[in-house]
């Protein structure tokens, strides 16, 4: 591929979101939000509490019907596709939700395999032997896959649900939070494999989140959710230079500054 067909294909948008409308009763979460996802980017999704965060995500991924507005992947309207073809577009993805969301009475080998004998229609000994490698590729040591979710330290139930959610080998990866309730090492650790992941396999993410240190450590394109909206969407050093008062309270308060100072001192061992 030549130069300006990479330019080209990593300014493509595999998501569009237009004028979507989210209520909740009487209650607005967003109004007239708009918002596009390049192919091959790791796009970072910030804003207050109670912005819709993860309501903007599950909206995307097909869990919650808007109230009004459009939402396109890979081109495709979902709301208006036939049950069948809306199946195979979600498929390409891959969902990592809070608290990772695993079926504690199955292992965790059995999670990853649920989905593969599901939708790839594989019987349950192949299932589980992608599964493990699956495990494998999330960066869980063996002897973890027959052990239950509550076996397992808050960074391993991370990995198992970042596994079932690559069991597809899906385009687009959606986490939500996914360095919640993580030490600093473990957090730092998982968004590296994130970043990994997404060289290796070219996935585009969608990352919901609030660490300060995964913005600035794997994020290609920042988003803030404000005001009902995406309020600005655009490379950290841009965004960072907003006048909204939350927007400067966030990234230049003393985490901001501290998660910046850690990123410029990274830069500057490479």
Same mark, same amino acid.
């Given at each position: 591929?030549?130069?300006? $067909?990479? %330019?080209?294909?990593?300014?493509?948008?595999?998501?569009?979101?237009?004028?979507?409308?989210?209520?909740?009763?009487? #209650?607005?979460?967003?109004?007239?939000?708009?918002?596009?996802?390049?192919? +091959?980017?790791?796009?970072?999704?910030?804003? &207050?509490?109670?912005?819709?965060?993860?309501?903007?995500?599950?909206?995307?991924? +097909?869990?919650?019907?808007?109230?009004?507005? %459009?939402? %396109?992947?890979?081109?495709?309207?979902?709301?208006?596709? *036939?049950? =069948? #073809?809306?199946?195979?577009?979600?498929?390409?993805?891959?969902?990592?939700? #809070?608290? &990772?969301?695993?079926?504690?009475?199955?292992?965790?080998?059995e999670?990853?395999?649920?989905?593969?004998?599901?939708?790839? +229609?594989?019987?349950? *000994?192949?299932?589980?032997?992608? +599964? $493990?490698v699956?495990?494998?590729?999330?960066?869980?040591? #063996?002897?973890?896959e027959?052990?239950?979710?509550?076996?397992?330290?808050?960074g391993?139930?991370?990995?198992?649900?970042?596994?079932?959610?690559?069991?597809?080998?899906?385009?687009?990866?959606?986490?939500?939070?996914?360095?919640?309730?993580?030490?600093?090492?473990?957090?730092?650790?998982?968004?590296?494999?994130?970043?990994t992941?997404?060289? $290796?396999?070219?996935?585009?993410?969608?990352?919901?989140?609030?660490?300060?240190?995964?913005l600035?450590?794997?994020?290609?394109?920042?988003?803030?959710?404000?005001?009902k909206?995406?309020?600005?969407?655009?490379?950290?050093?841009?965004?960072? %230079?907003?006048?909204?008062?939350?927007?400067?309270?966030?990234?230049?308060?003393?985490?901001?500054? $501290?998660?910046?100072?850690a990123? =410029?001192?990274?830069? =500057?061992?490479?």
């Amino acid at each position: 591929m030549n130069a300006v $067909a990479q %330019q080209t294909a990593a300014q493509e948008d595999v998501i569009q979101v237009r004028d979507l409308v989210n209520r909740f009763g009487a #209650q607005a979460v967003h109004e007239h939000l708009d918002l596009d996802v390049r192919r +091959g980017e790791i796009l970072g999704v910030v804003g &207050g509490s109670g912005t819709g965060k993860s309501v903007l995500l599950r909206t995307i991924v +097909g869990l919650r019907r808007p109230t009004s507005g %459009q939402v %396109q992947v890979f081109g495709q309207d979902l709301l208006r596709l *036939p049950p =069948e #073809q809306r199946s195979r577009i979600e498929r390409r993805f891959g969902v990592l939700f #809070q608290n &990772g969301a695993l079926f504690s009475s199955q292992n965790v080998v059995e999670n990853i395999a649920m989905p593969l004998i599901e939708h790839a +229609g594989l019987k349950r *000994p192949d299932a589980e032997a992608l +599964g $493990a490698v699956k495990l494998a590729l999330a960066g869980l040591p #063996q002897g973890t896959e027959h052990k239950y979710p509550s076996e397992l330290s808050g960074g391993m139930v991370k990995r198992a649900a970042l596994a079932r959610a690559l069991a597809l080998d899906p385009e687009i990866l959606f986490l939500d939070e996914p360095t919640a309730g993580l030490d600093p090492i473990s957090a730092a650790a998982f968004d590296q494999l994130i970043l990994t992941l997404r060289d $290796a396999l070219g996935l585009t993410v969608f990352l919901v989140t609030h660490d300060l240190d995964t913005l600035y450590t794997i994020c290609d394109r920042v988003a803030v959710l404000s005001q009902k909206k995406v309020l600005v969407c655009d490379r950290l050093e841009a965004v960072a %230079q907003n006048p909204d008062p939350w927007v400067q309270s966030y990234f230049h308060g003393p985490r901001g500054r $501290a998660a910046l100072d850690a990123a =410029e001192k990274t830069q =500057e061992v490479k």
